[in-house]
């Protein structure tokens, strides 16, 4: 078992900057990908970006990309979602998520493991 834990959250102006972080614990040594996704209210969950192999590959969903990055300590226990330029559109619940398996990395399926979520208020 993996056990995620997010913190980081917080409200913010448009334009402004935050850092999302994200600690593992339990079995991390299994651990190949980890993610972040996040929720607004009625709408469907939606993936931020991941960070996977021993190379710290990257990927980003489009909404985020140029804004956002993903990154981890040397352990790769803890992973970093550093947002910039937030706008009113990225309010949401962040989520932190963990797999030890393959797939399509934006697919929330895949996952087998999640944080509580922080909450991420962008404010005009």
């Known amino acids: 078992q993996v056990q995620l834990g997010e913190s980081g959250g917080g409200l913010v102006q448009i334009g402004d900057s935050l850092r999302l972080s994200c600690a593992a614990s339990g079995r991390t040594n299994s651990v190949l990908t980890m993610a972040w996704f996040r929720q607004a209210p009625g709408k469907e969950r939606e993936f931020v970006a991941a960070?996977?192999?021993?190379?710290?590959?990257?990927y980003y969903g489009n909404s985020v990309k140029g804004r956002f990055s993903i990154s981890r300590d040397n352990a790769g226990n803890t992973v970093y979602l550093q947002m910039s330029s937030l706008k009113p559109e990225d309010t949401a619940v962040y989520y932190c998520?963990?797999?030890?398996?393959?797939?399509?990395?934006?697919?929330?399926?895949?996952?087998?493991?999640w944080g509580q979520g922080t909450q991420v208020t962008v404010s005009s």
């Open positions: 998520a963990a797999r030890n398996s393959g797939g399509a990395f934006h697919r929330g399926g895949s996952y087998a493991y």
């Open positions: 960070i996977s192999g021993s190379f710290g590959s990257t």
